[in-house]
């Protein structure tokens, strides 16, 4: 009985060439209902004087097995170990991997500084629609169907009465709807004009602020802007304030700031005048209050308005627009 179990077991031990193949021999011999421990019980049906011998026979064969298994289980666990030891060996010379991390576009990054700014002087954010009906676009900010000052926008019509808004002006006339005076709040978001070459692309980014409350002067409008083109700028640029016209401020101005490409010499940015216009502004119009039911006899405010590209633009020197959407990384990746 032992020695043809025997034989089984070295053949099978032949094609066993892993660890799990030898605890499945284990199993099969061993267990508690293996070859071996079946054949242990089956000691009982033997004559008192076979019964000694088998015995002996098949406890030395249980013996030889679990040595056998055991011997075979170290070996095969020690390749193992060894060819993982020889795959997985580790470079501590070789280079690192690189990680590509995004960054924020320059444009956003100028966009949050503004507001950073603004918020120090106590502004706060206000966001409105990019699609905009003709009424908060034009209508409300004084602008009526006929107006010339609707040709200055090159509109993208989306119906008779539906714009791409053309300026962030109708956050203005949003905002008062929703609240009473005091006001103080900047809007920055996405303007959409039908025009394209270096220094104008179909959408780019405004920032409009409005500041509303009894006894609101000329004086304010000057002090908040000035405050804000000196932290955006630097302390030393020049600035100047231009009688102009907008619709919905009376009365409105331009504001230049002294070339900073050239430092006022003269150049082709600034066109040999030494100056750059920078942003619209003005004290809102009566017919605006008018609007938004607001009493212009209590109530006055001042209203500006800033492209965010061209700022930016002056303050990196960058000369074509463009650079901004083509999404360029070693362009972007100078920010
Ligand atoms: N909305 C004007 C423009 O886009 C800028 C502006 C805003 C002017 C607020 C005056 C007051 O040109």
């Given amino acids: 009985m032992s020695s043809s179990l025997k034989e089984l077991f070295s053949e099978e031990l032949k094609s066993a060439n892993d660890v799990e193949s030898i605890n499945i021999l284990r199993v099969k011999y061993l267990g508690r209902k293996g070859l071996i421990t079946e054949s ?6 033997l004559s008192l004087n076979e019964r000694p011998k088998a015995g002996k026979a098949l406890n030395e064969l249980k013996v030889f097995i679990e040595e056998t298994l055991r011997d075979k289980e170290l070996l095969f666990s020690q390749k193992v170990l060894e060819s993982r030891l020889s795959r997985e060996s580790l470079d501590i010379t070789v280079c690192g991997k690189y990680i590509a991390s995004g960054k924020t576009h320059p444009i956003n990054q100028v966009l949050s500084e503004i507001i950073d700014i603004f918020e120090v002087m ?3 954010v206000e966001e409105g629609p990019e699609v905009e009906t003709d009424y908060y676009n034009f209508e409300a900010l004084n602008i009526p169907k006929d107006h010339p000052a609707r040709d200055m926008q090159d509109t993208f019509y989306i119906s008779d009465d539906i714009v791409l808004r053309t300026q962030t002006s109708p956050v203005q006339i949003r905002t008062m ?6 006001l103080r709040f900047i809007s920055p978001g996405k303007v959409y004009r039908c025009d394209s070459d270096v220094s104008h692309t179909p959408m780019f980014h405004q920032v409009e602020g409005l500041m509303v409350d009894t006894n609101i002067n000329f004086g304010h409008l000057k002090g908040v802007i000035e ?5 955006f700028f630097g302390q030393k640029v020049g600035i100047r304030f231009r009688p102009s016209f907008f619709p919905f401020t009376e009365p409105s101005v331009e504001v230049d700031i002294s070339c900073i490409i050239c430092e006022s010499k003269g150049c082709r940015i600034c066109k040999e005048t030494g100056w750059l216009e920078v942003l619209g502004a003005g004290m809102v119009h009566p017919k605006v209050f008018e609007n938004v039911s607001y009493d212009s006899t209590i109530y006055t405010g001042f209203a500006f308005g800033m492209g965010v590209e061209r700022l930016t633009m002056l303050k990196y020197s960058i000369n074509d627009i463009r650079l901004f959407f083509e999404n360029d990384l070693r362009f972007l990746r100078q920010f």
């Fill in 122 to 124: 106590g502004f706060e």
């Fill in 227 to 231: 405050t804000f083109l000196k932290e």
């Fill in 177 to 182: 709807e929703k609240n009473r005076p005091p």
């Fill in 40 to 45: 242990l019980k089956s000691l009982a049906s």
